[in-house]
């Protein structure tokens, strides 16, 4: 059994958002989309042919997609896709080897989460294969299925120019507990 993520915790002020033509589906006050359905989930996964973490599975069936900014959001199940399909040349341009850079970091640098990471200690071999789940200002949030934890969790990667790198979260959860924070 997976770990429950208390997502109504995190967004506390979730109310019923309702659609109509001159009203978005965003609850203006959290700006939290309706639910996703079990059977649009599962056909996402299908579509992936993975499993998706579970801490952003309970996520999309607690809010299908977060924002209504083109650049600060968290995609709807319908947006969600590999990075390598959805925004190719995003994928390509983080992925490409560098002549600076090793292809690969060793695990004594790459496995290192919170203050102490440094950014551009990502692997960039990964990065097509991560899936796109939001925009967050200049960069993307991905999740990265080359590194799970025992419970099934995604690393989650909030990747920027500005960073020169990707900060790197154990899972979903994390990443979104920690950016709520700072822009609280």
Known sequence: MSAQYAWSERFPARHSATEGPDRSALNTDSDLHPPATEAKVRQLEEQLGMELPPSYRQFLLFANGWGNADDCRLLRVEEIGWLRDVAPSVAESWSAPKPENSWSVPDELYFVYGHEQVSGNMRGEYVSDTLLAGYWDDGVVLL????????????????????????????FWDLIAYELRIGA
């Open 144 to 171: 990265n299925p080359h590194v799970k934890t025992p419970e099934g969790e995604w690393e989650a990667w909030y990747l920027a120019p500005w960073l020169a790198g990707a900060s790197r979260y154990t899972c």
